[in-house]
């Protein structure tokens, strides 16, 4: 959580201190660092993601308890204009949970302690405020979200086939609990472009999870640290 507090913080102090940057001033360096601006031009990033502890309720008193943990990505944007940019990023994470299930008669079931891996697919819309190499933004983006609880939902399973190289070949897993669910974002921060071809944002996220029977929409806040390779 601590951490998690201190990028928001980190973001928004830098954010608005940003947006108050002299427009001549900005205005100059922005021709020295990016001739031509951003508009029409493509880059890919690699957001590297913070996300905070959290705790999760479901049916009939039901809860798992998410541990907080790093997480990775990549990611493809099209700068529209100076000011507004479409993306899609990747990411995916392992992180650690405590979970406990509760019998139809109201009393405490399984406890489960194991990890679950997350990916989520998500198209966004960034809005920066200012054109120059500092600039102050706002996001906002829907995705799908996939889990895998690992909490093995049968018996071990195989398969078996030929290969061209190294034979008859076996293999086994076990099934699991997993779900696809729709996921949105909005999130604050500030970019700087450092030259033509390199520059870092860091923001403040919050992802809405509609996880199926859970009690509401589960809430899940990151910071993110974006490292962004112009093309």
Do not use: H
């Not at 798992?64 to 990747?90: A, C, E, K, P, R």
């Not at 909005?186 to 029977?213: E, L």
């Amino acid at each position: 959580m601590r951490t998690l507090n201190r990028i928001m913080v980190v973001a928004l102090v830098i954010a608005a201190l940003g947006a108050i940057v002299p427009g001549p001033a900005d205005a100059q360096s922005y021709t020295a660092v990016r001739p031509g601006g951003r508009g029409g031009s493509m880059e890919f990033f690699l957001p590297l993601v913070y996300t905070d502890g959290t705790t999760v309720t479901g049916e009939g008193g039901s809860k798992v308890d998410i541990n907080s943990d790093w997480g990775f990505g990549f990611g493809l944007g099209y700068n529209v204009n100076d000011n507004f940019q479409i993306n899609g990023i990747f990411t995916w994470a392992n992180r650690s949970y405590s979970a406990r299930a509760m019998n139809a008669d109201g009393t405490m079931g399984k406890q489960y302690n194991s990890y679950m891996d997350t990916s989520t697919l998500s198209l966004n819309g960034v809005y920066y405020f200012m054109n120059g190499n500092i600039a102050p933004f706002i996001s906002g983006g829907v995705g799908f979200t996939y889990v895998d609880t690992n909490i093995p939902t049968g018996p071990t399973q195989g398969s078996c086939w030929y290969d061209p190289w190294y034979g008859y070949i076996c293999t086994s897993y076990v099934p699991t609990k997993t779900e696809n669910d729709v996921s949105y974002n909005a999130g604050i921060g500030v970019r700087f472009d450092i030259n033509r071809q390199f520059g870092m944002q860091v923001g403040f996220y919050r992802t809405w999870i509609d996880i199926s029977k859970a009690s509401g929409t589960p809430v899940f806040d990151s910071g993110r640290f974006d490292f962004i390779f112009r093309m």
